[in-house]
C-alpha cells in the first residue's frame, strides 16, 4: 500500500502533476483505510457475538487484563496521533526539521507501545494465558495482535518516511508520503481506542 | 483524435520492447494485463482438465477410476483453483487492467507500480498454494469448520496462499477506483463512461469491501488450526456457522466480483454489433452499482439448512430476490439494444448471445434456490452445481471468452481465423448445456453434490453430463489452439476493424506504449452508433 504513495518515478511524472498525485493518492489511501475497517470488522462482529453469548464469561476473564498497562498505552498512542499530526502539518510549511523530528518521536511512541505489549503478553503467558483458554482471550488475542502487527507495518513505513524526510526529500510543495504515513497512524491508533475499552473496561 | 497525430510521432508498440527483463519490471498495465490473461488461462485449463477428471469418474456408480479421498481433492482443487485463481482476478485483473486506462483516455492506471506490485502478489500466492498441492485439501473451496479445523489435509497453507491473493484482489480494486476517479481524459464524464467502466468500478467497489472479510474469515481459520481460538469449535463455545456467516459475507459478493465485469463486456459487444446505441445506458451503468449493494445483503442464503432462525432465512430469501431486479434490468435492456439492430454473428458476438441465453437460465434458477421452501429441497444438490455452472461459465467465462475474440485485435495486432472460433463458440455452447442441463434434473431427483459413487439409476444423466464435457472440453482445446495460432500469424489487424466508437481503438493495434500521443479530447457518448458520424474502420 505505501509504495503507492511514494510513487514519484519518471513512468509516474509523465502523466501526473504533484496536485494530481497527491489527490490520487490520499483517495487510496481512505479506500485502503475502509479494508482495514473492513478487516478488523470481522473480530469485532465476532467479539459482539460471543460477548452477548458469554457475559459471565467476558467479566471474570476482563479482569485478568492489566488496565494501567493498557492505560499507559493507550495515552501513549494518542501521544504519538498528536507528535505525528504535528509532523504533518509542519513538513506541509518546509519545516523539514520539525517534521523529521516529530515523526521520530512518533516511532518511539509506536516502540514504547511494543514494550508494553510485550510484558503484557509474558504476564499472560506466565499465568498460563493462552489464545486457546477460553473464546475472550482468543479475541483478546486477535485482535491486539493484528492491531500490533498494523503497528509494526506502521513503524517501518514511518522509518522510511523518517530518513527521507531527514534527507529533505519533502517540503512545502511535495510531502504526500508524509501525509499518507500519518493517515495510516491515525488509523491504527483509532482501532486501539475502541479495542482499549472493549477489552479492558467494558465489564 | 488520437490517431491524427500519429504521423508527427513516432509509433512505438507497447509489445515492440523484447526480453524477459522488460516484462518483470514493467509498469504497463497493457503488459501487466497480458500477464494477469496469461496466468488466469493456465489456471482455467488446469482447472478445467481436474474437471474432466471429475467428469470421468463420474461416468459409472462406482468410485473405480479414483478413490473417494482423492475425488475429494479433486473437486477442492477445481473449485479453489477456478475460483480464486481464474474467475476472481479473472476480467477484472486481465481486461480491466488492459482497457480501464484505454477507454477512459488515461496514459496508465493511477499506481503503475502498485499494479505490478498487485501482480506479485498474485504469483506469490500462486506459489504458495502450488506448494499446498504437495498435501491437498479435501474440504472443498468454502473450508467449512468445523472439517476444515480437523482434517489432516494441508489447509493452512492453501487458505494462506487464498489470504495473500486478497491482498492483490485488493490494491488491483483500490487502484482501478482512483484510476477511474481521477484520471479521466477532459470531458470524459461519468455519464459519457463506457459500461464495462462502470462494471469494473462496481466490482472494485466489492474488492474492497468483501475481501477484507474473507481475510479475517481465513486467518481465523489458520489461528484455529495453529494456535487453537477456538471462535468455530463448538467444543470451546464456538459457532461453526460463524464460519459460514463470515465466509459468505465475501463469497456472496464474489459471486458478483465474478459476474460482474463479464456483465461489462457483453455491453460493450452488443452495440457494437447490432449497430445501436445501447439501450437503457443509465440503467444498465447503475444496476451494476445496484447488485454491488445488493449483494451484501443476501449471504445467508447458502445457509438455509445451516440451522439460522426461520426469520432470518425469510428476510435474506425476500433479500435475494431483490438481485433479480437489477440483473433483469441488464437482460432485458441487451434484448432492446438487439431489438430492430443490425445484428452481425461475429464469434464475440456469438458469445455475448450465448452468455445472454445461458445466463438468464442461470439467474432464474438463482431464484429457485432463493426461494426458502424450494431450497430445502434443492440445497446442496446437483440443482446447485447446475445452477452455479450456468452463471459462472455460462455467465462469466461466456464473457471471457467473448471479451478475448472481441479485444484480441486490440491487444496483440493480429487476427484468428473467424471461422474456427465460430466453430469453437459452437462446441463449447452445446457441449456446455449437455453437461450441465442433466444436472437440474438429477438435482430434483435428490443427486447430492460432491460424492464420487452414485445410485445407479443417475447413470444414464450422469454419463450424458460427462459425454457433455468432453464436447465442451474439445471447444476449449480449438478455440486455445486458434487463439494462439493467431499470434503467429501474418494477418495484421487494422486499428478498427468493428467500427467501435469506444476510445480504445482510435489507437493502433497493438496500442503505443502510453497509449494515446495526445490525451483525446471526449464530446460525446461512446455508443452512438447508427445516429452520427462513425468512424472509419
Known amino acids: ?203 | 483524435m488520437a490517431n491524427e497525430s500519429v504521423a508527427t510521432n513516432v509509433y512505438v508498440p507497447y509489445l515492440e520492447q523484447k526480453g524477459f527483463m522488460s516484462w518483470l519490471v514493467t509498469t504497463d498495465h497493457k503488459r501487466i494485463g497480458i500477464m494477469y490473461l496469461i496466468s488466469i488461462s493456465l489456471f482455467f485449463l488446469i482447472a478445467g482438465i481436474i474437471a474432466l477428471l471429475m467428469r470421468f469418474e463420474l461416468m459409472t456408480p462406482m468410485a473405480d477410476f479414483v478413490s473417494p479421498h482423492t475425488y475429494n481433492v479433486l473437486f477442492t482443487l477445481h473449485g479453489s483453483l477456478m475460483v480464486f485463481f481464474f474467475i476472481v482476478p479473472g476480467l477484472a485483473a486481465s481486461f480491466g487492467n488492459f482497457l480501464i486506462p484505454l477507454m477512459i483516455g488515461a496514459p496508465d492506471v493511477a499506481f503503475p507500480k502498485l499494479n505490478l506490485g498487485s501482480y506479485y502478489i498474485y504469483i506469490a500466492g500462486t506459489i504458495i498454494v502450488l506448494y499446498a498441492l504437495l498435501q491437498p485439501a479435501d474440504t472443498g473451496w468454502t473450508f467449512y469448520t468445523p472439517y476444515s479445523a480437523t482434517t489432516d489435509t494441508d489447509v493452512v497453507m492453501i487458505t494462506f496462499g487464498v489470504f495473500v491473493l486478497g491482498f492483490s484482489s485488493i490494491l488491483t480494486g483500490m487502484n482501478f477506483i482512483v484510476t477511474i476517479h481521477k484520471m479521466r481524459a477532459p470531458g470524459m464524464t461519468w455519464h459519457r463512461l463506457p459500461l464495462f467502466i462502470w462494471a469494473s468500478y462496481a466490482t472494485a467497489v466489492l474488492q474492497l469491501l468483501a475481501t477484507p472479510v474473507v481475510g479475517i474469515t481465513l486467518l481465523l481459520l489458520i489461528a484455529e488450526r495453529s494456535l487453537g481460538v477456538g471462535f468455530f469449535d463448538p467444543a470451546k463455545g464456538g459457532d461453526p456457522v460463524l464460519f459460514q456467516n463470515f465466509f459468505w459475507f465475501y463469497s456472496h459478493p464474489a459471486v458478483y466480483i465474478m459476474i460482474i465485469p463479464a456483465m461489462g463486456v457483453i455491453s460493450e459487444i452488443i452495440p457494437v454489433f447490432a449497430r445501436k446505441p445501447i439501450f437503457g445506458y443509465k440503467a444498465i451503468a447503475y444496476s451494476s452499482l445496484g447488485i454491488a449493494f445488493i449483494s451484501f445483503l443476501v449471504w445467508a442464503h447458502h445457509m438455509f439448512t445451516s440451522g439460522i432462525s426461520e426469520v432470518a432465512a425469510t428476510i435474506f430469501s425476500f433479500l435475494t430476490f431483490l438481485v433479480a431486479i437489477p440483473t433483469a434490468i441488464k437482460v432485458f435492456n441487451w434484448l432492446a439494444t438487439l431489438y430492430k439492430g443490425s445484428i452481425e454473428l461475429h464469434s464475440a458476438m456469438l458469445y455475448a448471445l450465448g452468455f445472454v441465453f445461458l445466463f438468464t437460465i442461470g439467474g432464474l434458477t438463482g431464484v429457485f434456490l432463493g426461494a426458502l421452501a424450494a431450497d430445502i429441497h434443492l440445497h446442496d444438490t446437483y440443482f446447485v452445481v447446475a445452477h452455479m455452472h450456468y452463471v459462472m461459465i455460462g455467465g462469466t467465462v461466456m464473457g471471457f471468452f467473448g471479451a478475448l475474440h472481441f479485444w484480441y485485435p486490440k491487444w496483440f495486432g493480429k487476427m484468428f481465423n473467424e471461422s474456427v472460433a465460430k466453430l469453437s463458440w459452437f462446441l463449447v455452447f452445446v457441449g456446455f448445456n449437455i453437461t450441465f442441463f442433466p444436472q437440474f434434473f438429477l438435482g430434483i431427483q435428490g443427486m447430492p453434490r460432491r460424492y464420487a459413487t452414485y445410485p445407479e439409476e443417475f447413470q444414464s444423466l450422469m454419463a450424458l453430463s460427462t459425454y457433455g464435457s468432453w464436447i465442451l472440453g474439445l471447444g476449449v482445446l480449438i478455440m486455445t489452439v486458434n487463439l494462439i495460432k493467431g499470434l503467429f500469424s501474418d494477418e495484421k489487424a487494422p486499428q478498427n476493424p468493428y467500427g467501435s466508437l469506444s476510445l480504445e481503438w482510435q489507437v493502433p493495434s497493438p496500442p503505443p506504449t502510453l497509449n494515446f500521443d495526445k490525451i483525446p479530447e471526449v464530446t460525446d457518448w461512446t455508443y452512438g452508433y447508427g445516429k452520427k458520424k462513425e468512424v472509419d474502420a
Open chain 1, 1 to 203: 500500500m505505501e509504495e503507492a504513495n511514494m510513487e514519484h518515478d519518471a513512468h509516474h511524472d509523465l502523466h501526473m502533476t504533484p496536485e494530481e498525485e497527491y489527490s490520487s493518492s490520499k483517495l487510496g489511501m481512505w479506500l485502503f483505510l475502509g479494508t482495514e475497517i473492513m478487516l478488523f470488522g470481522g473480530l469485532f462482529a465476532a467479539y459482539a457475538i460471543f460477548r452477548a453469548k458469554y457475559p459471565e464469561l467476558f467479566l471474570e476473564s476482563h479482569q485478568e487484563l492489566n488496565r494501567e498497562m493498557g492505560a499507559v498505552n493507550t495515552g501513549i498512542l494518542i501521544f504519538s496521533s498528536l507528535t505525528m499530526a504535528i509532523g504533518v502539518t509542519a513538513i506541509q510549511r518546509g519545516k523539514q526539521m520539525l517534521a523529521g523530528i516529530m515523526i521520530l518521536v512518533t516511532i518511539i511512541c509506536g516502540l514504547g507501545f511494543g514494550v508494553v505489549k510485550y510484558f503484557e503478553y509474558g504476564s499472560k503467558f506466565s499465568h498460563h494465558i493462552y489464545p486457546d483458554t477460553n473464546i475472550f482471550f482468543s479475541l483478546y488475542f486477535m485482535m491486539t495482535g493484528l492491531h500490533m502487527l498494523h503497528v509494526f507495518v506502521g513503524l517501518i513505513v514511518l522509518g522510511v518516511i523518517m530518513v527521507m524526510t531527514f534527507q529533505k526529500k519533502f517540503d512545502e510543495k511535495y510531502s504526500t508520503p508524509v501525509e499518507m504515513g500519518g493517515l495510516y497512524w491515525h488509523l491504527v491508533d483509532l482501532v486501539w481506542i475502541y479495542l482499549f475499552p472493549l477489552l479492558y473496561l467494558v465489564g
